[in-house]
Nanobody, 127 residues
Framework: QVELVESGGGSVQAGDSLRLSCAAS????????MGWYRQAPGKEREFVAA????????YYSDSVKGRFTISRDSAKNTVHLQMNSLKPEDTAVYYC????????????????????WGPGTQVTVSS
């Protein structure tokens, strides 16, 4: 079992930056691939970014590519999401996720039952 807790959300203006963090605890002796998702009011949860166990590979949705950067601090079992040039459409609850088998699969990125999830952190971007 892996427990995930997000932090760093808040309310900002368009164009501002925020840095989200996700702290993992529990069965963390093995590095897990990690991902960020978001869900806006009235919309489906959507993939944002992910980082593989090896950290060599990162993945982004087209809507955030070039603005968001995912990184990890393996020593602290923490993953970060640096969000720059924020837009009102980035407003959502952001969730951290880790695949139960610890490996990231692009083919499975839209599956939810195969992942551990954090409780989420709210990000609000006003124009």
């Amino acid at each position: 079992q892996v427990e995930l807790v997000e932090s760093g959300g808040g309310s900002v203006q368009a164009g501002d930056s925020l840095r989200l963090s996700c702290a993992a605890s529990g069965r963390t002796s093995t590095n897990y691939a990690m991902g960020w998702y978001r869900q806006a009011p009235g919309k489906e949860r959507e993939f944002v970014a992910a980082i593989a166990r090896t950290t060599i590979y990162t993945y982004y949705s087209d809507s955030v590519k070039g603005r968001f950067t995912i990184s990890r601090d393996s020593a602290k079992n923490t993953v970060h999401l640096q969000m720059n040039s924020l837009k009102p459409e980035d407003t959502a609850v952001y969730y951290c996720a880790a695949p139960r088998n610890s490996f990231w699969s692009e083919r499975n990125r839209d599956l939810y039952d195969d992942k551990y999830w954090g409780p989420g952190t709210q990000v609000t971007v006003s124009s």
